[in-house]
């Protein structure tokens, strides 16, 4: 009886020491393999009936810190976080530049600023109106590419979105179907330390996409949760997480309820309880960052339109304008005006003399825009039309060779501040549509384009004025050096963007854009940098505890080989005994 006892403890040592060498084979074979935990055998002494009965193989787990895969998982979410960020900022700088750039919107100000004070130099020069026109557009088609960009970047944020939430479904996916299969292995008491790993990798990825927690459930399968407490798998139910990202974007587009959807978790809407990851840095970008320097680059466009138009307003060309049509949009003869002052207007012919009696409008006379076309039909006697053309309203001289100039004077239309031309738009040099975006939609009036020499330089003469007298002196250059004189002023510019109200030239307030935006881009850049460190500094001591240790292992197959060699010596003798018994007998 003792020699079989003998014998079955030492085939057990043979059965055990030898599954200890294979998981320790194993382990050796996969010391480079990325996400995979050393395995840890366990041997325990057998009893029966307080006998020992020889050696058995308990479960092989892994040599795994739940404390330091949470903070893996927790620093790869803030590293991904913070590389996003870093990657779109870095592209929005290339595309402001920096303010000595002879491409950024402030060399382009400045290219205008020059351009304008050369016309105001020669304001008869048929070169600088024509310079002061290339260098109106060149700025137009600067605030045209950089409020595009901007939308661009926003639109590839979130496509961005879409293909990270795509990823983030397939890991869920992955992690569902290992929670499944861990829990009918861990059930039949077998081995799901492999399992274990590849669920481990899928749920670090998960966490370079957004923000994730996990909770342990006693079956084996695991929970994952938003930080923010969302259950996206629980078990072994299969979630569907989804976003469909939008073709194009523009500055009117916007989440929530602006035209951008959300990202669905089994149809409900997510997307504020993600806030790391990949995606919460898209998110953020999308959303707040981008959009904020949209409103930033529109409160400059605005504040350069605005100034610029209300001086050209004030003036007029020599020759003047054949017709002059309102921005304004919308008129009808019903539509109120109401104001204060007086406005001058008269037909000049090509010298800038005065072709009929002028017309001098107090505009307290009149209530809407219909009396108005009727005050200046009347007034002006036959020398030039004021109508209504699509909702806008235009004043037309009726001989093609003379042109219509207007001095607004102290006029004050609607309470608004705006004098009777700037409020209706009537000599704009830029138009604009703000209820879109006036960065992106700015241009140069399209007439000027085709007529540089009806840039405003002068001012339509305000005392007494006689048919055939001078009007507009062709070596006026009030208007043009006026405007020069703007870059040069302070002007008031509300807040926008994060930014604070101000009052400061336009090219000062440009240099503080791309300025804020190369600190924002120098920061997540170093941000990111910190980041990556500690991650890999984390990842470096998981992978020291969970990781295989070569020399460890070697050792642990030197003793299991000399076990199982100690076990094989021990089953021999016991077969040499019963031989000799057997001749015994």
Do not use: C, W
Request: cysteine-free; aromatic content about 2%.
């Amino acid at each position: 009886m003792g020699l079989e006892i003998a014998l079955s403890n030492a085939l057990s040592g043979l059965r055990a020491n030898q599954s200890a060498l294979q998981i320790t084979s194993n382990n050796v074979s996969n010391a480079q393999t990325p996400g995979y935990s050393a395995e840890i055998v366990a041997l325990n002494s057998v009893s029966v009936d307080g006998q020992g009965a020889g050696v058995d193989l308990g479960p092989v787990t892994r040599n795994v810190s739940q404390q330091l895969l949470d903070a893996v998982r927790d620093e790869t979410s803030a590293q991904s976080f913070a590389q996003t960020t870093s990657d779109q900022l870095s592209q929005l700088q290339n595309f402001l530049g920096n303010p000595n750039d002879g491409s950024s919107i402030a060399s382009q100000l400045s290219n205008l600023a020059t351009a304008l004070q050369g016309l105001a130099t020669t304001p008869s020069g048929s070169t600088q109106q024509m310079q002061v026109v290339a260098a109106a557009q060149q700025t137009a088609q600067t605030f045209n590419s950089l409020a595009q960009n901007i939308q661009s970047l926003r639109a590839d944020a979130d496509q961005s979105i879409q293909t990270s939430v795509n990823d983030a479904q397939t890991q869920l996916a992955t992690i569902q179907q290992l929670n499944a299969q861990i829990q009918q292995l861990q059930a039949l008491g077998q081995s799901t330390a492999n399992l274990q790993d590849q669920r481990d990798v899928a749920v670090n990825a998960l966490a370079g996409d957004l923000n994730i927690t996990t909770v342990q459930r006693s079956d084996g399968t695991i929970g994952v949760y938003t930080t923010t407490g969302v259950a996206l798998l629980d078990g072994t139910q299969a979630p569907t997480l989804t976003h469909a990202a939008v073709s194009s974007v523009s500055p009117t587009v916007s989440y929530p309820g602006g035209g951008i959807n959300g990202i669905l978790l089994n149809g409900v809407d997510i997307t504020s309880q993600i806030t790391g990851g990949t995606i919460g840095a898209l998110l953020q970008l999308r959303d707040t960052t981008l959009p904020q320097i949209g409103q930033q680059l529109d409160a400059l466009a605005n504040a350069t339109v605005d100034q610029l138009n209300a001086i050209h307003n004030s003036g007029t060309s020599v020759p003047a304008a054949n017709n002059l049509t309102s921005a304004a949009t919308g008129l009808t003869a019903a539509t109120a005006f109401t104001g204060t002052g007086t406005v001058r207007l008269a037909v000049v012919d090509q010298n800038g003399n005065a072709v009929a009696a002028p017309l001098d409008l107090d505009i307290s006379t009149v209530t809407t825009v219909g009396q108005l076309i009727s005050a200046i039909n009347t007034g002006l006697g036959g020398a030039a039309t004021a109508s209504l053309v699509n909702g806008q309203l235009t004043i037309s001289a009726n001989n093609s060779a003379n042109g219509v100039a207007i001095n607004q004077e102290n006029t004050d239309v609607n309470a608004t501040g705006d004098g009777f031309s700037t409020f209706l738009g009537m000599n704009n040099l830029f138009v604009a549509n703000p209820a879109v975006s006036t960065a992106l939609t700015m241009a140069v009036r399209p007439d000027i384009v085709a007529d540089p020499n009806i840039v405003s330089t002068g001012t339509l003469a305000t005392g007494a004025l006689a048919v055939g007298a001078n009007a507009v002196a062709p070596g006026d250059n009030s208007i043009a050096q006026s405007m020069a004189n703007m870059f040069n002023n302070a002007v008031s510019i509300p807040a926008a963007g994060g930014l604070g109200a101000t009052s400061t030239t336009v090219g000062s307030y440009a240099g503080q854009i791309i300025g804020n935006a190369a600190l924002q881009s120098s920061n997540a850049s170093n941000t990111a940098s910190f980041q990556s460190t500690l991650l890999q500094n984390i990842q470096n001591k998981e992978s020291s505890l969970s990781g295989v240790n070569i020399d460890e292992e070697m050792s642990n197959l030197i003793v299991y080989q000399n076990a199982y060699s100690a076990s094989a010596r021990v089953i021999s003798v016991v077969d040499a005994m019963f031989q000799a018994l057997e001749q015994i007998q």
